[in-house]
């Protein structure tokens, strides 16, 4: 079956909502931020240890490729601190509203990154996100504030990585790509580890199951899907695609977690703000598209 842009929208959608449930377990799971994306990244490294040929890794590459692909996995365990660091220092579903917000800084960051020009509707889009933010901001407990700005942190370092994977996967092994930047980033969290784990390394019982089906159901599948998708879609798309996780998590957590007893219904009302950012991609791209053809 030839892998198509709509085949590619499938896998990504596939790839979002298995994410949705990645705050849910980011909250069950009884470790901290650190210790936990350390947990996660080793196991997902370790799943694809068998499909990757490590030894010819470096001569298919090269030093400087695989150096660019180390880095990004820096960039991805730093992501994942700051959103499981935002599940602990607000919830959920505060963390994976904060990740819709990807949008505005992939319109900014994407053309810098990637090199292509600005396009004013994908800018007009992220801004109209901005008025969604401020509901949700007025809509939770002051005390939870740090744990937005976390989560925003974590949102524009989605874009960046989603930009620079983008424009240096090229037409690369999804699982090879996958198995460098988790490597990367597991050996990068490791020296973190003492000083800033927390008390409890060991995960209990389980901890272990949620922390496999987080890595690799939620951590190895999905990476692999997205990274596939790339290769036919922009990062913008993609990551506007990626904003509809809060949509799966926040709906997940209203029922599994005690989420909605810490927010107001000012909160929702800028959830579905932020959201309608999503379809009025869909919507713009459409008629664009439709212009183009009849041109």
Not at 35 to 48: I, Q
Not at 210 to 237: D, E, G, I, M, Q
Not at 255 to 263: I, N, T
């Amino acid at each position: 079956m030839a892998y198509t842009e709509e085949r590619a929208y499938l896998e990504l959608h596939l790839a979002v909502f298995l994410w949705g449930f990645t705050a849910i377990l980011g909250d069950l799971i009884q470790l901290s931020a650190l210790t936990l994306v350390w947990w996660r990244v080793l196991l997902t490294s370790l799943s694809l240890i068998f499909f990757v040929r490590i030894h010819r890794v470096i001569d298919e590459l090269g030093w400087r490729r695989f150096g660019l692909l180390a880095g990004i996995g820096v960039i991805v365990a730093l992501h994942w601190v700051t959103f499981y660091g935002a599940i602990k220092l607000a919830n959920a579903s505060i963390a994976l509203i904060c990740m819709a917000t990807t949008s505005l800084f992939s319109s900014l960051l994407e053309p810098l990154i990637v090199g292509r020009p600005f396009r004013w509707f994908e800018l007009l889009l992220g801004l109209f996100i901005l008025p969604g933010i401020w509901l949700v901001v007025d809509g939770v407990d002051t005390a939870m504030n740090i744990g937005i700005g976390v989560g925003l942190l974590s949102a524009a370092l989605v874009s960046v990585f989603t930009s620079l994977n983008k424009k240096y996967i090229g037409s690369s092994n999804p699982q090879r790509i996958t198995f460098i930047e988790l490597g990367a980033a597991t050996l990068f969290l490791t020296p973190f580890l003492i000083p800033f784990g927390g008390e409890h390394f060991w995960p209990a019982p389980l901890d272990w199951f949620y922390l496999l089906v987080l890595s690799l159901l939620c951590t190895t599948l999905t990476f692999f899907l997205s990274l596939r998708s790339l290769s036919k879609l922009s990062a913008f798309a993609s990551n506007l695609t990626v904003n509809l996780e809060p949509v799966y998590g926040i709906f997940l957590a209203y029922f599994l977690l005690d989420d909605a007893q810490e927010l107001s219904p000012t909160f929702y009302w800028g959830a579905l703000l932020i959201m309608a950012s999503v379809f009025g991609y869909t919507a713009v791209m459409r008629q664009l598209r439709r212009r183009q053809l009849l041109t």
